[in-house]
T-cell receptor, first 113, second 112 residues
Framework: DADVTQTPRNRITKTGKRIMLECSQT?????MYWYRQDPGLGLRLIYY???????NKGEISDGYSVSRQAQAKFSLSLESAIPNQTALYFC????????????FGPGTRLTVL | GESVGLHLPTLSVQEGDNSIINCAYS??????FIWYKQESGKGPQFIID?????DKRQGQRVTVLLNKTVKHLSLQIAATQPGDSAVYFC???????????FGQGTELSVKP
């Protein structure tokens, strides 16, 4: 969905490096999410935010941190990347309401050597 | 050590046939369900949703069926086309305003 953008789309880095993945949206949604996807597995929630001042841990938050700088921006950081953080990372947004349907960005493929 | 990824369930169908993709969910309190389609190299894309007070909902060429008795969700795709080849995920919401829980996914392959 072009309304949710992620940068970079691909990144190769080395163990121990700090990495930041950015997500921006023009959908006007208040809720934003970061997921990780590994081969053969479903999406696993890392962190989510329901508003600018709200940050919540998901099921696999260890080794990650997030920042919600504005309603439209939600960044994910790996403070010291390790090889098992090699994965596809997706940002998603939703609008508080009766369904909370989430809309996903195109993903960032991260490789940690 | 070497990591080995899990193999997704796969469904192979002939072009023009109907496809049925199944999903079992675990929480009887879940009130909302979504099907997503993920093509190679792209993010998941919303297809269709259904609330727990319904048992069927139709979209364009797709139908979602919900059986709350056995906690089962299915996605039916009519006249399957090569462009339907993708991984399909179901997701459930366990409480209003709650997070979505995603299934493992099923890979649909359409043979010409």
């Amino acid at each position: 969905d072009a309304d949710v953008t992620q940068t970079p789309r691909n990144r190769i880095t080395k163990t121990g490096k700090r990495i930041m993945l950015e997500c921006s949206q023009t959908k006007g949604h208040d809720r934003m999410y970061w997921y990780r996807q590994d081969p053969g597995l479903g999406l696993r929630l890392i962190y989510y935010s329901f508003d600018v001042k709200d940050i919540n841990k998901g099921e696999i938050s260890d080794g990650y941190s997030v920042s919600r700088q504005a309603q439209a921006k939600f960044s994910l950081s790996l403070e010291s990347a390790i090889p098992n953080q090699t994965a596809l990372y997706f940002c998603a947004t939703s609008l508080t309401g009766s369904t909370d349907t989430q809309y996903f960005g195109p993903g960032t493929r991260l490789t940690v050597l | 050590g070497e990591s080995v990824g899990l193999h997704l369930p796969t469904l192979s169908v002939q072009e023009g046939d109907n496809s049925i993709i199944n999903c079992a969910y675990s929480n009887s309190a879940s009130d909302y369900f979504i099907w997503y389609k993920q093509e190679s190299g792209k993010g998941p894309q919303f297809i269709i949703d259904i609330r727990s007070n319904m048992d069927k909902r139709q979209g364009q060429r797709v139908t979602v069926l919900l059986n709350k008795t056995v906690k089962h969700l299915s996605l039916q795709i009519a006249a399957t086309q090569p462009g339907d080849s993708a991984v399909y995920f179901c997701a459930e919401r366990r409480s209003k305003g709650g997070k979505l829980i995603f299934g493992q996914g099923t890979e649909l392959s359409v043979k010409p």
